[in-house]
């Protein structure tokens, strides 16, 4: 079935730092990829998505690229601040019958002042 | 235009007892799912449903579970009875088209 890996965490960096979070997928056809956020104590919020091949999605600094040819989807972001902080989920999302939204395990980012 | 609602954000009961999380999706979304969240096991979609119905409920750990959608702005998710590992964060999310939005989630404890 259809399964997305993350790198493990926790990732953490001095502030603005290079980040990248490597996100691969499995997948049969052509999902759509999301990056959520949750922060302490808080829901997951939408960061950015892609919904076909070679689509760069990007929000607040960060960026992804939907890679078919390697089935990826890395996050990254040139200059990180203390702020971005959080556990990062990477996505699919089938656009078929089933509509389910399948999460990666999540990446914590600590980011030291 | 308000979020994804969820009520009640923290929940603290005693094993045996009836839980009862309620959601307001987003309204005119279509698609209504309810996810739990533990270190363990990560996210996990228990169910979801499409124009009030519920379309795939494999997820819901065992009948001590039930979702109901009575209409398209209010769901439950009802725990009878609970136990101490149903301890979780339950998140409810609403969609229309192609893009997921979640609630701030029920911080459910269950002792």
């Known amino acids: 079935g259809d399964s997305v890996t993350q790198m493990e965490g926790p990732v953490t960096l001095s502030e603005e730092a290079f980040l990248t979070i490597n996100c691969t997928y499995t997948?049969?056809?052509?999902?759509?990829l999301f990056w959520y956020v949750q922060y302490p104590g808080e829901g997951l919020q939408l960061l950015l998505k892609?919904?076909?091949?070679?689509d760069k999605g990007s929000n607040k600094g960060f960026e992804a690229t939907y890679r078919k040819e390697t089935t990826s989807f890395h996050l990254e972001k040139g200059s990180v601040q203390v702020s971005d902080s959080a556990v990062y989920f990477c996505?699919?999302?089938?656009?078929?019958?089933?509509?389910?939204?399948?999460f990666g395990s999540g990446t914590r980012l600590l980011v030291r002042p | 235009d308000a979020g994804v609602i969820q009520s009640p954000r923290h929940e603290v009961t005693e094993m045996g007892q009836e839980v009862t999380l309620r959601c307001k999706p987003i309204s005119g979304h279509d698609y209504l799912f309810w996810y739990r969240q533990t270190m363990m096991r990560g996210l996990e979609l228990l169910i979801y449903f499409n124009n009030n119905v519920p379309i795939d409920d494999s997820g819901m750990p065992e009948d001590r579970f039930s979702a109901k959608m009575p209409n398209a702005s209010f769901s439950t998710l009802k725990i009878q009875p609970s136990e101490p590992r149903d301890s979780a964060v339950y998140f409810c999310?609403?969609?229309?088209?192609?893009?997921?939005?979640f609630g701030e989630g029920s911080w459910l404890t269950v002792v």
């Open positions: 997948a049969t056809g052509y999902p759509s």
């Open positions: 999310a609403s969609s229309l088209s192609n893009t997921i939005y």
């Open positions: 892609a919904t076909k091949a070679d």
């Open positions: 996505a699919l999302r089938q656009v078929d019958s089933s509509y389910k939204l399948i």
